[in-house]
């Protein structure tokens, strides 16, 4: 049967996008707020617990006079969180993206006013108080909630919950580093589960309505410009050596930190009382090197500057990498970006001491990029996120490349990301590679059975009992047709023996216009959708909705059938060109 170009389209839209998007709009500048209002409360702790003072000014808690006070600091910090976390909502802990991940797919994208609430507060303590931890994680927890609740305001499915969802937390992670497309990209990478324009679409427009609205309430410019030099030749294999070793960290640093959380688990205390005890680890290595507190933006600039000798970096990342495995390991509130970039900036600095190639900030930038797309699974997201944060262009290629290699060795080397890892020890899979459903690409009338044995609806219910559902029955169910041809419906076992004691003939079980069926050139996903609705085994194929000619039946095995194709293509291997085996 041709293909009816005015019956198919490339992608499923329908007008709720217009609804969706006008949503995201406003989604969209409520994150930029969100995203004030989390920066004031890091900058209003930050001085609060360092400074003793009321201001929301920005001032790096390395400065601090406290001397070995500092240790207490952080302790506080993680015990205020802690019984947040028992008393208000155990939501709260944990760096944010894992949660989010999990509302979406286990959750139907429902998050509670308590997370929208409590995240912010809880993260603007712990990093108030010293805590190893970035904006971004928080951020997009507590976005995300904002869009959910926005989106359980409205009449609305959970697929178009989770579109408002991602549009809340990509627009914070927007306004917090002035990154739209690269919180686009993390959308898709980490948090849709999908690209298509329902989700994606609303999602860009929040971006870009952060995006618009960020010089408001926030810096507007780069966090950190930036400009090198390239030799792409030479530094081709220097890429590829920076990325092999980024994804050698990123799993190291992955390891190091669910198996410090195993070690929580094991201590005979409740877990409201681990952020105090992580607090403890992160007051040590701030009194130690007091630049590893808090978010450490000053750090990560003068890193990508050049500014740090190798010894002095090596130290103060070491301490970095430890109170950060420690105080994220305890469960308390804090975001991993801004720690990894620094971890990865590091990297970077050491192998630029021994790297001819390109000048001092060109690998800090493309390993802090590597180590993210290593340990988030999302190589797209590091490599424009960097480009993003620095305007660098120059870097385009190797960044590109680093962050390749680094993925896909942290992709051979563990089983799950940084992102995944928590909720799998939830006893949650998620599987995280997209793909064109099978179904999709495949229509009714490739998989259909055309021979087909229907009952006629004059026929008497005793005798369609005998000589189609007696001994010799062939099939689970059959279509019915009336004397123009027309199909009324499928009847079943089930369904005779139901049958009301006033109906006579197999036409009688059917009211008008009653019937479910499925069209020729619909994709085998819709005919899926459709039995699993109505829970049938078999559907009756007509040729239009208003002749109802009947052409052929589709049943559950039959759309098998292309996922079985697609396994064949996965799995089978031959040679095109030369010799073949046997």
């Known amino acids: ?58 001032r790096s ?19 205020i969180v802690g019984l947040m976390a028992r008393f208000g909502s155990e939501k709260i802990r944990g760096h944010g993206i894992p949660e989010a991940i999990e509302a979406i797919l286990f959750g139907k994208s ?64 927007t306004a917090v ?67 092999l070793l980024a994804g050698l960290l990123s799993s190291g640093l992955s390891r190091a930190l669910y198996a410090t959380e195993d070690l929580f688990h094991r201590l005979p205390i409740h877990w409201m009382w681990w952020p105090a005890i992580g607090g403890l680890a992160v007051g040590i290595g ?74 001092g900030s060109l690998w800090p930038l493309v390993c802090m990029a590597a180590v993210l797309a290593g340990v988030l699974g999302a190589p797209l997201t590091a490599t424009v996120f960097a480009f993003g944060l620095t305007g660098d262009a120059n870097a385009l290629l190797p960044l590109l490349l680093a962050c390749a290699v680094s993925h896909g060795l942290s992709v051979l080397l563990m089983r799950r990301s940084i992102m995944t890892e928590r909720i799998a020890r939830r006893g949650r899979h998620v599987h995280r590679e997209y793909g064109v459903d099978p179904q999709e690409r495949v229509r009714v009338d490739e998989v259909m059975t055309r021979d087909v044995r229907a009952i006629p609806a004059h026929a008497a219910l005793q005798a369609v009992a005998v000589e189609w559902f007696g001994t010799g029955q062939q099939h689970r169910a059959f279509p019915v047709i009336d004397l123009y041809g027309a199909c009324v419906g499928m009847l079943d076992r089930e369904h005779l023996r139901r049958a009301d004691t006033g109906a006579s003939s197999a036409g009688d079980l059917f009211e008008a216009d009653a019937g479910v069926f499925a069209l020729p050139g619909e994709t085998c996903r819709v005919a899926a959708q459709r039995l699993a609705t109505h829970r049938l085994e078999r559907l009756p194929v007509v040729a ?22 697609q396994l064949d293509e996965d799995v089978r291997r031959e040679r095109t060109f030369g010799p073949r085996r046997g």
């Open 177 to 243: 580093f002035g990154t739209p497309v690269a919180a686009v990209l993390l959308a898709v990478e980490l948090l849709l589960f999908e690209l298509r324009p329902r989700s994606l679409l609303p999602v860009a427009l929040a971006c870009a309505v952060s995006g618009f609205t960020r010089p408001l309430l926030l810096d507007s410019g780069r966090l950190f410009p930036l400009q090198t030099d390239v030799a792409l030749w030479p530094a081709l294999a220097a890429c590829i050596v920076a990325g």
């Open 1 to 58: 049967m041709a293909l009816d170009p005015q019956l198919t389209r490339d992608y499923a839209v329908d007008r709720r996008l217009l609804s969706i998007a006008a949503l995201a709009i406003p989604i969209g500048a409520i994150g930029t707020a969100a995203a004030w209002l989390l920066l004031t409360l890091i900058h209003f702790f930050t001085n609060l617990f360092f400074f003793q003072t009321f201001s929301n000014a920005e």
């Open 61 to 79: 808690p390395a400065s601090n006079a406290l001397g070995a006070w500092v240790i207490v600091l952080p302790v506080i910090g993680g015990l």
């Open 286 to 359: 701030g009194w130690l090197q007091p630049r590893a507190l808090g978010v450490g933006y000053d750090v990560i600039g003068d890193l990508l500057n050049h500014r740090l000798l190798v010894g002095a970096a090596l130290a103060l990342l070491a301490v970095k990498a430890v109170m950060w495995v420690m105080a994220l390991g305890s469960g308390t509130s804090g975001g991993v970006l801004a720690p990894l970039l620094m971890m990865g900036a590091g990297l970077g600095t050491v192998m630029a001491a021994w790297l001819p190639v390109g000048n």
């Open 110 to 173: 429902r998050m509670s006013a308590k997370v929208a609430v409590l995240k912010p507060l809880s993260s603007g303590i712990v990093i108030g108080s010293g805590g190893p931890f970035g904006a971004e994680g928080p951020i997009i927890m507590t976005g995300g909630a904002l869009g959910s609740l926005i989106g359980q305001l409205f009449h609305l499915s959970a697929s178009e919950r989770k579109t408002l969802l991602v549009s809340g937390a990509a627009a914070g992670m």
């Open 544 to 565: 239009d909705l208003r002749s109802r000619r009947l052409v052929g039946v589709v049943s559950r095995s039959d759309l098998v059938k292309p996922v079985q194709a």
